[in-house]
C-alpha cells in the first residue's frame, strides 16, 4: 500500500514538473531573453540617436569657431597695432564663456596680446600645432593639453595671419573642454559618453562610473575635426525596475496558465480513469452474470421443462374455463422465464462461436415473419428497405438474429399506446453494413440514453435490462459499433454498424 501511494505521489510530482515547472522555468528564461534583447535594441537606437545629436552640436560648435577664428585672420591683416587687436579679442572673450583664453602671437611663439592677465613673457614656439600652423599657413586644431596660462584641459584653435604670402602672427583660441563636457552633460545626462582625438587622447568624457548594458561601442566620426564620438547603451535603474516588473508578471501569468493546464490535465485524467472504472465495473457485472448463467442456466431450464410438460398434460385434463385461463396465465409465466434465462445464456456463451458469411438481407427476411406479426397485433406500421445488392457479413445467424428481433420489439413497445411507424433499412457506407431501426416512440430522454448499456437497467415494467446490453455485446464481438439517436416525444434512430466481409 505504501509503495502505491508513493508511486502516486512520485508520479503527481513528475506530472507537475513536466506541465508546471519545466514550461514555467524555460518560458520564463526566454521571455527574459526576449525582453532583454529588445531592451539592447531599444536603447541602443537611443543611444544611436543621440550620438548623432551630441556629434551635431560639437561639429556645429568647432565650425563656428574655426569660423570665428578664420574670419579674425582676414581682419588682423590690415591691424598693425597691438591695442586694436587686444580690444577685439577683449569683446568677443567677453561675450562667449567657452574659451578658456584668446591670444595674438608673433610668427616666434612670443604671446604679444592676450585676453588673461600675462605675468611673465610667453612663448609657444615649441607647441607642435604652433609649429605646424606656421609650416602649412592653415588653422589647425590642437590634441588636448594642459593650457600654459591657465592650467586647464584645453584644446587649440592656431589660425595664421598671411600678409604678403608671410606669417605676420597667429591668432589662438582655447577652448574649454571642461565646458563642453557639461553642456554633453546637460544634453544626456544619463549616457555615457567620450571623445577621443586621433592619438586616443580622452578629451569629454560623462558617466563611464555608470553601467552599461551587453552591446557594442556606438561610434561616429566628427567632420569638421579629426574626432571621435563614442558611447554605450546604459541600463538605468528605471530599466531595471521595468525589466523586473515585466519578468515577475510574465512568470505569475505563465504560473497560473500552467497551473491551469496542470489542473484540466488531472481534470481529465481522472474523468478517463473514472470511465475505465466504470467499464471495468460493467466488465465485471457482465462476467458475474455471465459466471451465473453458465451455472445455473441448465439447472433452470430442466425442472422448467418438466413443469411446463406437466402444465400442459393437466390442460389437456381439466378443460373447465377457468382451470384454462390459470393453465394459460402459467404457460405464459413459464414462457417468460424461459426468455429471460435464454437471454442470461447468451450473456455466458463464450466469444468464441462458428461463424459464416452471411448477407444482412437475408438474415432481416428470416425474422421479417415474426417482426410483422408484432407489429400487426400493436397497430404499427412497418416499413421495410433492403439493400439492392447482397451485403455479406461473417457472423453467427442466430446472434444477429438477436440483435434485430431485441431492437425491433424495443421500438414496437415504444409506440404500442397509440401506434407508429417502423422502418427497418439497409444500406452500405465505405466498408461497413448499416441496419437502420427507427421507430415513432416515445423516444428516450436524455439521462436515461446514457444509461441503457448498463446491465440490469431498464425503464420499463417488465424489463430486464439485459436487452441492449446483449445486444451491444454480440455487435462488438463482431468489430461492429451500435448507436442510438433519440428525441423524446418524437422517436428513436438505432444504427448497427457490422464490417462487410470481403470474399
Given at each position: 500500500?505504501?509503495l502505491k501511494i508513493e508511486s502516486k505521489v512520485l508520479k503527481n510530482s513528475l506530472v507537475y514538473l513536466i506541465i508546471v515547472i519545466l514550461p514555467t522555468t524555460i518560458g520564463s528564461i526566454l521571455f527574459a531573453n526576449y525582453h532583454y534583447n529588445t531592451a539592447i535594441i531599444n536603447q541602443t537606437a537611443k543611444t544611436k540617436e543621440m550620438v548623432?545629436?551630441?556629434?551635431?552640436?560639437?561639429?556645429?560648435?568647432?565650425?563656428?569657431?574655426?569660423?570665428?577664428?578664420?574670419?579674425?585672420?582676414?581682419?588682423?591683416?590690415?591691424?598693425?597695432?597691438?591695442?586694436?587687436?587686444?580690444?577685439?579679442?577683449?569683446?568677443?572673450?567677453?561675450?562667449?564663456?567657452?574659451?578658456?583664453?584668446?591670444?595674438?602671437?608673433?610668427?616666434?611663439?612670443?604671446?604679444?596680446?592676450?585676453?588673461?592677465?600675462?605675468?611673465?613673457?610667453?612663448?609657444?614656439?615649441?607647441?607642435?600645432?604652433?609649429?605646424?600652423?606656421?609650416?602649412?599657413?592653415?588653422?589647425?586644431?590642437?590634441?588636448?593639453?594642459?593650457?600654459?596660462?591657465?592650467?586647464?584641459?584645453?584644446?587649440?584653435?592656431?589660425?595664421?595671419?598671411?600678409?604678403?604670402?608671410?606669417?605676420?602672427?597667429?591668432?589662438?583660441?582655447?577652448?574649454?573642454?571642461?565646458?563642453?563636457?557639461?553642456?554633453?552633460?546637460?544634453?544626456?545626462?544619463?549616457?555615457?559618453?567620450?571623445?577621443?582625438?586621433?592619438?586616443?587622447?580622452?578629451?569629454?568624457?560623462?558617466?563611464?562610473?555608470?553601467?552599461?548594458?551587453?552591446?557594442?561601442?556606438?561610434?561616429?566620426?566628427?567632420?569638421?575635426?579629426?574626432?571621435?564620438?563614442?558611447?554605450?547603451?546604459?541600463?538605468?535603474?528605471?530599466?531595471?525596475?521595468?525589466?523586473?516588473?515585466?519578468?515577475?508578471?510574465?512568470?505569475?501569468?505563465?504560473?497560473?496558465?500552467?497551473?491551469?493546464?496542470?489542473?484540466?490535465?488531472?481534470?481529465?485524467?481522472?474523468?478517463?480513469?473514472?470511465?475505465?472504472?466504470?467499464?471495468?465495473?460493467?466488465?465485471?457485472?457482465?462476467?458475474?452474470?455471465?459466471?451465473?448463467?453458465?451455472?445455473?442456466?441448465?439447472?433452470?431450464?430442466?425442472?422448467?421443462?418438466?413443469?411446463?410438460?406437466?402444465?400442459?398434460?393437466?390442460?389437456?385434463?381439466?378443460?373447465?374455463?377457468?382451470?384454462?385461463?390459470?393453465?394459460?396465465?402459467?404457460?405464459?409465466?413459464?414462457?417468460?422465464?424461459?426468455?429471460?434465462?435464454?437471454?442470461?445464456?447468451?450473456?455466458?456463451?463464450?466469444?468464441?462461436?462458428?461463424?459464416?458469411?452471411?448477407?444482412?438481407?437475408?438474415?432481416?427476411?428470416?425474422?421479417?415473419?415474426?417482426?410483422?406479426?408484432?407489429?400487426?397485433?400493436?397497430?404499427?406500421?412497418?416499413?421495410?428497405?433492403?439493400?439492392?445488392?447482397?451485403?455479406?457479413?461473417?457472423?453467427?445467424?442466430?446472434?444477429?438474429?438477436?440483435?434485430?428481433?431485441?431492437?425491433?420489439?424495443?421500438?414496437?413497445?415504444?409506440?404500442?399506446?397509440?401506434?407508429?411507424?417502423?422502418?427497418?433499412?439497409?444500406?452500405?457506407?465505405?466498408?461497413?453494413?448499416?441496419?437502420?431501426?427507427?421507430?415513432?416512440?416515445?423516444?428516450?430522454?436524455?439521462?436515461?440514453?446514457?444509461?441503457?448499456?448498463?446491465?440490469?437497467?431498464?425503464?420499463?415494467?417488465?424489463?430486464?435490462?439485459?436487452?441492449?446490453?446483449?445486444?451491444?455485446?454480440?455487435?462488438?464481438?463482431?468489430?461492429?459499433?451500435?448507436?442510438?439517436?433519440?428525441?423524446?416525444?418524437?422517436?428513436?434512430?438505432?444504427?448497427?454498424?457490422?464490417?462487410?466481409?470481403?470474399?
Amino acid at each position: 500500500m505504501c509503495l502505491k501511494i508513493e508511486s502516486k505521489v512520485l508520479k503527481n510530482s513528475l506530472v507537475y514538473l513536466i506541465i508546471v515547472i519545466l514550461p514555467t522555468t524555460i518560458g520564463s528564461i526566454l521571455f527574459a531573453n526576449y525582453h532583454y534583447n529588445t531592451a539592447i535594441i531599444n536603447q541602443t537606437a537611443k543611444t544611436k540617436e543621440m550620438v548623432n545629436f551630441q556629434s551635431s552640436y560639437i561639429d556645429r560648435f568647432i565650425g563656428e569657431t574655426l569660423a570665428s577664428t578664420e574670419t579674425l585672420g582676414i581682419v588682423f591683416e590690415n591691424k598693425n597695432s597691438n591695442e586694436e587687436i587686444k580690444n577685439m579679442l577683449h569683446s568677443i572673450h567677453k561675450k562667449d564663456d567657452r574659451f578658456s583664453g584668446l591670444y595674438w602671437a608673433n610668427p616666434n611663439g612670443d604671446i604679444l596680446v592676450s585676453t588673461l592677465d600675462l605675468d611673465n613673457k610667453v612663448n609657444i614656439s615649441y607647441r607642435e600645432y604652433f609649429q605646424q600652423a606656421l609650416q602649412t599657413k592653415r588653422t589647425v586644431i590642437s590634441s588636448g593639453h594642459k593650457g600654459v596660462i591657465t592650467g586647464r584641459f584645453i584644446v587649440t584653435i592656431a589660425t595664421p595671419v598671411i600678409k604678403s604670402n608671410k606669417v605676420k602672427g597667429v591668432v589662438l583660441f582655447s577652448l574649454r573642454l571642461d565646458y563642453l563636457e557639461n553642456v554633453l552633460k546637460v544634453l544626456a545626462p544619463d549616457e555615457i559618453l567620450r571623445v577621443i582625438d586621433p592619438i586616443g587622447q580622452e578629451l569629454i568624457t560623462t558617466n563611464l562610473d555608470s553601467h552599461s548594458i551587453d552591446s557594442d561601442i556606438i561610434s561616429t566620426e566628427l567632420a569638421n575635426v579629426n574626432w571621435t564620438v563614442e558611447a554605450w547603451p546604459r541600463t538605468t535603474l528605471s530599466n531595471k525596475k521595468i525589466f523586473i516588473l515585466n519578468s515577475v508578471i510574465f512568470s505569475g501569468i505563465l504560473l497560473i496558465l500552467t497551473h491551469i493546464l496542470f489542473l484540466l490535465g488531472k481534470y481529465l485524467l481522472l474523468k478517463r480513469q473514472t470511465i475505465r472504472e466504470r467499464e471495468e465495473n460493467e466488465l465485471q457485472k457482465l462476467e458475474l452474470v455471465g459466471t451465473l448463467a453458465a451455472s445455473s442456466a441448465h439447472e433452470i431450464k430442466n425442472p422448467l421443462t418438466g413443469v411446463k410438460g406437466l402444465i400442459q398434460l393437466l390442460s389437456e385434463k381439466h378443460k373447465d374455463p377457468n382451470d384454462q385461463f390459470y393453465f394459460s396465465v402459467i404457460q405464459q409465466e413459464i414462457t417468460r422465464i424461459n426468455d429471460i434465462v435464454n437471454e442470461f445464456l447468451i450473456l455466458g456463451k463464450p466469444t468464441a462461436d462458428k461463424r459464416k458469411s452471411y448477407d444482412m438481407n437475408d438474415i432481416v427476411k428470416e425474422v421479417q415473419p415474426i417482426i410483422q406479426s408484432e407489429t400487426n397485433l400493436y397497430n404499427v406500421e412497418f416499413d421495410l428497405h433492403l439493400s439492392e445488392k447482397p451485403m455479406y457479413i461473417m457472423c453467427s445467424n442466430d446472434n444477429i438474429k438477436q440483435v434485430v428481433l431485441n431492437l425491433s420489439k424495443n421500438a414496437i413497445e415504444s409506440m404500442q399506446a397509440d401506434g407508429g411507424k417502423l422502418s427497418i433499412s439497409i444500406q452500405k457506407e465505405g466498408k461497413s453494413c448499416i441496419l437502420s431501426i427507427t421507430d415513432t416512440g416515445v423516444g428516450i430522454p436524455k439521462h436515461i440514453l446514457s444509461k441503457v448499456y448498463t446491465p440490469f437497467f431498464t425503464n420499463k415494467d417488465t424489463g430486464t435490462g439485459l436487452g441492449l446490453v446483449i445486444c451491444k455485446r454480440i455487435v462488438n464481438m463482431y468489430n461492429g459499433t451500435i448507436n442510438i439517436d433519440s428525441v423524446e416525444g418524437k422517436g428513436t434512430i438505432v444504427q448497427v454498424h457490422l464490417p462487410l466481409h470481403e470474399d
